[in-house]
């Protein structure tokens, strides 16, 4: 028994006996380059198009750069949902709530102070209130 | 019971799980820790992202960033770190099967498409400050120059690390040590072109659109 189902280190990819089926490595990469550069040349043509309603246009672009990461991810950082990648996964999880929290508290609370904020009046301590 | 038996009598297709089958080796160990790192790093991008978000309509009266994106700047600089960041994939193909002539080939052209992307940025930064966008204008320009000059940081610190193990490779061949700090520069590169995806949507796309 000298084989032992070790974790995969990140960015490693899988080798051919963890995976028989495994695609060329080239490929991966090429397709990653494809489809990141489709979704890069979309986000450029939704910023500029007048086509769109422009009220969605900021969601479109948010949704399009969350693919583009996970492309980079799955296809250039060869994360998987294998068993011998979940360490990875869960790390990857780990920072992603973080972000989400860093992200969105800070604007939740910020927006919120915002919109609590007294109007500019003329008293003296107006000058500290304006941004 | 006799214990060599017992060992028989175990199926040799029933590989142990990765708790039980000891230590992992080094390569697995060094790019897990750098993974952590990466992840930490992407954390204090997201800082900065949100310190942009909230700072970027507080322009003070100064220009704007529709005013000062040029978006063929942004499409080529992301065109360069997209395609820098293939090469680097290529360059890991090129280290795990051995070849020393792809390796620099990929190595050469990864850094010449990453400083191409670095003059572009230091050029658009010193076009911005020439006409009077310098950081200390606004708070939204505070926030501009420490997200993107951040980045750029890192991309230098990249094409230095990139420097440095050519060398690396040249003096001590791809042994097991040089292998693992290569696989680590990947993971660097990789997770520089994630954050810029970031940086040219919420910063470029979303500024000069909306």
């Known amino acids: 028994m000298t ?11 899988p080798t051919r006996e963890m995976q028989a089926s495994a695609p060329s490595p080239l490929f991966v990469y090429t397709t990653g380059l494809f489809l990141a550069v489709l979704l890069t040349a979309t986000s450029f043509w939704a910023a500029n198009t007048s086509l769109l309603w422009t009220g969605g246009v900021a969601l479109g672009l948010a949704v399009l750069a969350i693919a583009q990461m996970g492309v980079h991810l799955v296809f250039f950082l060869h994360i998987t949902t294998g068993p011998e990648s979940t360490n990875n996964v869960l790390a990857l999880a780990f920072g992603v709530l973080i972000v989400f929290v860093v992200v969105a508290g800070t604007m939740w609370i910020m927006v919120d102070m915002n919109q609590n904020m007294m109007m500019p009046s003329p008293a003296p301590m107006s000058t500290q209130m304006q941004r | 019971m006799n214990i060599s038996v017992a060992i028989d009598s175990v199926p040799q297709d029933a ?12 390569r697995v160990v060094v ?19 949100a310190s942009y978000a909230v700072l970027v309509h507080a322009t ?15 499409a080529i600089e992301t065109a360069c770190l997209l395609a ?31 400083a191409a992307f670095l003059t572009l940025e230091i050029r658009e930064f010193a076009n911005m400050i020439a006409i009077g966008a310098t950081p200390e204008r606004s708070a939204f320009l505070s926030a501009f120059f420490t997200l ?3 980045h750029g940081l890192h991309v230098t610190l990249g094409l230095i690390w990139l420097t440095v193990m050519m060398v690396q490779v040249a003096v001590m061949g791809l042994d ?35």
């Open chain 2, 84 to 114: 820098s960041s293939y090469t680097c994939g290529l360059m890991s193909l090129a280290i795990n099967s051995r070849r020393y002539f792809r390796t620099y080939l990929a190595a050469l052209i990864t850094f010449a498409l990453g």
């Open chain 2, 31 to 49: 790019a897990f820790g750098f993974w952590i790192f990466l992840l930490s790093d992407i954390v204090m991008f997201a800082a900065l992202f």
């Open chain 2, 148 to 150: 993107v000059g951040c």
């Open chain 2, 176 to 210: 097991a040590t040089v292998q693992r700090r290569l696989l680590c520069f990947a993971l660097f590169w990789h997770a520089l072109d994630i954050v810029w995806v970031g940086v040219f949507t919420v910063v470029y796309l979303m500024g000069v659109s909306l």
């Open chain 2, 60 to 74: 003070a009266g100064g220009p704007t960033g529709a005013q000062l994106f040029n978006q063929k700047t942004v």
């Open chain 1, 3 to 13: 084989e032992a189902r070790y974790d995969r280190a990140p960015g490693d990819r």
């Open chain 2, 15 to 26: 590989l142990p799980s990765a708790s039980e089958a000891g230590p992992a080796p080094k």
